[in-house]
């Protein structure tokens, strides 16, 4: 993929006429599943559960007379084109081929490929990994040096099994001044919330404060051309795509957001979800710190681009309000439980800005 033009980056506004579909959208009926696994070659269906991770797709794990998997129904409008399914599957079997920990898809007995359609929708089938989901905060500091070095690697390894990506002339970061405009929008119709909580005195609260810190932080914007190197990612990197087994990663998973972006950017974002405080969005800055280091050695970052795509993922944060766009636009609540903590990681990283630039470079 090659660019040549000046791109618009995160933080991305939702789509408002798109349906809130993803998990919304209405369960795959039994007999459905059954007709699905007849694609493949893994014996009669016996048990389906839905799997509750995740807001984007449906999936399930299903046991079959062969054993157990996890079929994945695509229903995202962003992720769901048979196109980018197969190329996504491509590169994670040329990751698996690597050695590195990603399970690939199978292939379906009645077709070439690993996609099947099915009811207008498409599906994969996946093995099931054993593992479990871990805070970083519950991560040992070897660990954390081990997932930031594995984020190293994916990143180095994407290159060589991806097609070969041209820089970008720059990124447009977002204007505080279109940001402040929907922010007093937001807040208005949290004033007018009926019936009225305290998330809604909350966000009233935070985004009086946001107002400040965007009028305070306005010089600040980054300029197109300061960003680090563009390159594959995973795309969303976090800890519900994360398995841990036995002290290691035992699997990175869903990769329907694979593609060129900025990537040490990549790094960040995903050391401010992992190592966050679950209450208050403050970061361990001791497991980040590791976390970074362990990244850089790699090779995939010099400390001159974590620091960039630190200030960059910082004040796409400050002009970033998809939680309170899904709330109160699209009347889709499944983003709610994370908004306190997310809006205290900003005003807290507005305070100590040096420290976290400090941990992710130094």
């Given at each position: ?17 798109a349906?809130?579909i ?24 016996l ?22 998997y ?9 992720t769901?084109?048979?196109g980018?399914?197969?190329?996504h599957?491509r590169?994670m ?7 590195l ?7 379906c ?5 690993t ?7 498409l599906?994969?089938?996946?093995p099931w990994v ?12 070897p ?10 690697r994916?990143?180095?390894a ?18 505080p001044?279109d ?7 937001l ?5 007018e ?5 305290e ?9 009086t404060?946001?107002?400040d810190?965007l009028?305070?932080?306005?010089h ?10 563009t ?6 990197f976090?800890g519900?795509?994360l398995?841990h ?7 990175v ?7 060129p972006?900025?990537r ?17 969005g403050?970061?361990?800055?001791v ?7 362990a990244y ?9 681009h ?30 709610d439980?994370?908004y306190?903590?997310s ?16 941990a992710?470079?130094?």
């Open positions: 993929m090659t660019f040549s033009q000046t791109l618009a980056c995160a933080p991305a506004r939702p789509d408002l006429t349906p809130p993803g998990t919304l959208s209405p369960p795959v009926p039994h007999l459905a599943l059954a007709e699905v696994l007849r694609r493949y070659r893994v014996g009669r269906l048990t389906a559960e839905p799997v509750a991770e995740g807001l984007l797709n449906r999936g399930y794990r299903v046991t079959t007379e062969a054993g157990t996890f079929l994945k129904c695509y229903v995202d409008a962003a769901a084109h048979r980018s399914i197969a190329e599957h590169a079997a040329a990751l698996d081929t690597l050695g920990p990603v399970a690939p898809p199978l292939a007995a009645e077709r070439s490929g996609v099947a359609a099915f009811g207008g929708r599906f994969a089938l996946f054993d593992g479990r989901h871990r805070h970083g905060g519950d991560l040992s500091l660990q954390c040096d081990a997932l930031g070095a594995l984020l190293g994916l990143h180095g994407l290159d060589d099994v991806c097609a070969p990506v041209a820089q970008p002339a720059g990124y447009r970061s977002a204007d001044s940001s402040a405009r929907l922010a007093r929008d807040r208005l119709s949290a004033r919330q009926r019936p009225y909580g998330l809604d005195a909350l966000v009233e609260r935070r985004l404060e946001r107002l810190l009028t305070e932080y306005a600040r914007r980054p300029a197109p051309q300061a960003a680090p190197p390159g594959w990612t995973h795309g969303d976090h519900l795509n398995l087994e036995g002290g290691r990663i035992a699997a998973l869903d990769w329907d957001k694979l593609g972006q900025p040490a950017e990549e790094a960040v974002r995903a050391a401010t979800l992992l190592f966050n405080d679950r209450t208050t403050t970061l361990d800055l497991r980040v710190r590791h976390y970074s280091q850089r050695a790699t090779g995939a970052a010099t400390a001159e974590l620091a960039t795509a630190a200030h960059r993922v910082w004040w796409e944060r400050l002009n970033d309000f998809w939680m309170l766009q899904w709330r109160y636009q699209r009347a889709d609540h499944r983003a439980p994370l306190p903590a809006a205290g990681q900003l005003a807290w990283w507005c305070q100590e800005y040096e420290q976290v630039l400090d992710f470079a130094n």
